[in-house]
């Protein structure tokens, strides 16, 4: 019953590696979206995507990029990681505009070191 | 000011008390209102959700919407120790398009 797949739950990398982060979902959704959650803050919307190859940054984009090659996956990509990138990363998809039930991945909790 | 506020707790209640979590809001243009529970190491799972304004009941839970407040709230009656969890909430509409704005999440712990 799994929708929405996250590649890594434990991520280790050092200071100024490159990271890629995976998402991939089976429901045909058109919108998917990476969040990152830290304590006291909630989920904070990093970059979304409305169809293949569309982007649009969020609230918090700076220093992270994205990729959408196909409806099904959405790759979060840290370009040089840095320690203040150390999170919970959360993919969720939904369907269409007006409501939409979101559906999440499990996370990854990245550490940089 | 953040676009919705919610108080992170930690809330801390013995097994069937109600608890009450809420939620403010900045946005007028907000139309649809969510409650989301995450379990610790899951990702957050739809609870609820509401449009517009009034209240909305699901078993044990109520959900409430007061625009003219910009306040919403969610109620768990007889809570278990199984409704321990992380409480979020969200919005979503107008301007915002498809962007879904969440609180910062309530930590509840329902002791047994």
């Known amino acids: 019953d799994v929708k929405v797949t996250q590649s890594s739950r434990y991520l280790v990398k050092r200071t100024g590696e490159k990271v890629f982060l995976e998402c991939v979902q089976d429901?045909?959704?058109?919108?998917m979206f990476w969040y990152r959650q830290d304590p006291g803050l909630g989920l904070r919307l990093i970059y979304f995507?409305?169809?293949?190859?569309?982007?649009e940054k969020g609230d918090i984009p700076e220093g992270y990029s994205v990729s959408r090659e196909k409806k099904e996956r959405f790759s979060l990509i840290l370009e040089s990681a840095s320690t203040n990138q150390t999170s919970m990363y959360l993919c969720?998809?939904?369907?269409?505009?007006?409501?939409?039930?979101?559906?999440f991945g499990q996370g990854t909790r990245l550490t940089v070191v | 000011q953040k676009e919705v506020e919610q108080d992170p707790g930690p809330l801390s209640v013995p097994e069937g008390a109600i608890v009450s979590l809420n939620c403010t809001y900045s946005?007028?243009?907000?139309?649809?209102f969510m409650w989301y529970r995450q379990y610790s190491r899951k990702g957050p799972e739809l609870l609820m959700y509401?449009?517009?304004?009034g209240n909305k009941e699901d078993g044990r839970f109520t959900a409430q919407v007061d625009k003219s407040s910009k306040y919403i709230s969610l109620f768990i009656r007889d809570s278990q120790p199984s409704d321990s969890a992380t409480y979020l909430c969200?919005?979503?509409?107008?301007?915002?398009?498809?962007?879904?704005?969440f609180g910062a999440g309530t930590r509840l712990f329902v002791k047994a």
């Open positions: 429901m045909d959704h058109e919108n």
């Open positions: 969200a919005m979503r509409g107008g301007t915002g398009g498809f962007k879904t704005i």
């Open positions: 509401t449009y517009s304004s």
């Open positions: 995507s409305y169809d293949v190859k569309m982007k």
């Open positions: 946005n007028s243009a907000f139309q649809y």
């Open positions: 969720a998809s939904h369907q269409g505009g007006g409501f939409a039930e979101a559906f």
